[in-house]
Each structure stands twice: as structure tokens, then as C-alpha cells.
């Protein structure tokens, strides 16, 4: 299995502002991807991060809006830029142990 | 574009009144079906990873079966702590680089188990 802490776990945010959501494996990992989850709707996979490379992000996701950094193999940081109500989500961060995708307990964002 | 479908969209059961979750699929080559638990306020456990059609894997009272067009999750004898939702999940083979690991969601199934 894998051990993954997100942080923050829940916050409440302005509308307008933008949050960093931080994810640490306990140990080093090739990949690591980021997932959506909306109120009553799927997960949906926003970008993949790869260590030392842009992230390669889904149809319907930009780079402008969801910014995200690999600076090693343990750690991601996803940004959820000038936010407005309809990114109210659950943001997982997850990873792979072979052909296994694990998830951590997730980043519960409201905004206002 | 690949595709999953849960149902039922809930499903409430007294306990060991054993029940089945349905998983309807599309996608163009399977590579795995998943299967995850998650709790209100937790993100989705890992349960099962399914390759080919005939396949079945079992842990405690939940057993997974695959075809070419849907998965099963059996639930035998169900306790109130088994009540989660549960989720399904497809990943499509013949992708290169990191999507080769992407993961097509349903929206759930919300099995509640009344004692």
C-alpha cells in the first residue's frame, strides 16, 4: 500500500483567492496524479505530475487554473487558482505501487 | 471516450441480506477494473483490481466478478460497518505516458446496512 497526507484537509475559501494543496507519499514515486471529485459527480483526473517535468494535464483542465509543482519524488503541490463556487470539490491526490492507484484521504475545499 | 455506469445509484440492506453493486462499462481495451471503498470524509480505499473477463477476487464478505461489459461487487452476509459508498473505476490500455494510468469513474454506489 501506500501512505499519502494531504494538507489542509478541509477549508473554507474566498471567492477570488487561490489555495495550494500540499500531498506527501512516504516514499518516492514516478507519478503522481491529481483527481477532482464535485459534489454528486466523479472522480475526474485533473493532470499527472512526473518528477522534473510540466505536468500533463486532462481535457478540460489548463494549467493556468490548476498549477501544479514536482520538485521530488515524495512530494506535489496542486493550486486551485482565482476560485469561485463551482471548484467547491474534494481534490485527491494519488499515486500508483504498480498497477495499484492509491488515494489520500483528500482536500475538502469550500468556497464563499 | 471511455465510460462507467453504477447502479444502484443507493441500495439499503439489513444485515445478511447479501446483494449485488453493478458495474456497466465502455472502453476501448480494458487494461484493469478497480474497485474502492470511501467513507464520508475519507478518500477511496483500495479493495480490487480486475484484468480479464472470468476474473474474480474475494476479500471478507465482498467478492468481485468481471465480464467483457461489467463487474459485479457481491456482498454476502453484510454488517453495518460495510456500509460505505463504493466505487468503480475503469483504466484503458494502449495509453501512452502518464495517462496510461488514468482512472474513468462512476458516480457510486451508497450501500447502506441497517443492523
Known amino acids: 500500500s501506500a501512505v499519502i497526507s494531504q494538507k489542509p484537509s478541509r477549508d473554507i475559501c474566498q471567492r477570488g483567492t487561490s489555495l495550494t494543496i500540499q500531498c506527501q507519499v512516504d516514499s518516492q514515486v514516478t507519478m503522481m496524479f491529481w483527481y477532482r471529485q464535485q459534489p454528486g459527480q466523479s472522480l475526474t483526473l485533473i493532470a499527472t505530475?512526473?518528477?522534473?517535468?510540466?505536468?500533463?494535464?486532462e481535457s478540460g483542465f489548463v494549467i493556468d487554473k490548476f498549477p501544479i509543482s514536482r520538485p521530488n519524488l515524495t512530494f506535489s503541490t496542486l493550486t486551485v487558482s482565482n476560485m469561485s463556487p463551482e471548484d467547491s470539490s474534494i481534490y485527491l491526490c494519488s499515486v500508483n505501487r504498480g498497477d495499484t492507484i492509491y488515494f489520500g484521504e483528500g482536500s475538502w475545499l469550500t468556497v464563499v | 471516450e471511455d465510460q462507467v455506469t453504477q447502479s444502484p445509484e443507493a441500495l439499503r440492506l439489513q444485515e445478511g441480506e447479501s446483494s449485488s453493486l453493478n458495474c456497466s462499462y465502455t472502453?476501448?481495451?480494458?487494461?484493469?477494473l478497480f474497485w474502492y471503498r470511501q467513507d464520508p470524509g475519507k478518500g477511496p480505499e483500495f479493495l480490487f483490481t480486475l484484468y480479464s473477463a472470468g476474473e474474480e477476487k474475494e476479500k471478507e464478505r465482498l467478492k468481485a466478478t468481471l465480464t467483457k461489459k461489467e463487474s459485479f461487487l457481491h456482498i454476502t452476509a453484510p454488517k453495518p460497518e460495510d456500509s460505505a459508498t463504493y466505487l468503480c473505476?475503469?483504466?484503458?490500455?494502449?495509453?501512452?505516458?502518464?495517462?496510461?494510468?488514468?482512472?474513468?469513474f462512476g458516480k457510486g454506489t451508497l450501500l447502506t446496512v441497517n443492523p
Open positions: 473505476a475503469v483504466q484503458a490500455e494502449g495509453v501512452s505516458g502518464g495517462s496510461n494510468y488514468k482512472l474513468t
Open positions: 505530475a512526473n518528477q522534473g517535468s510540466e505536468a500533463t494535464y
Open positions: 472502453v476501448s481495451g480494458l487494461r484493469g
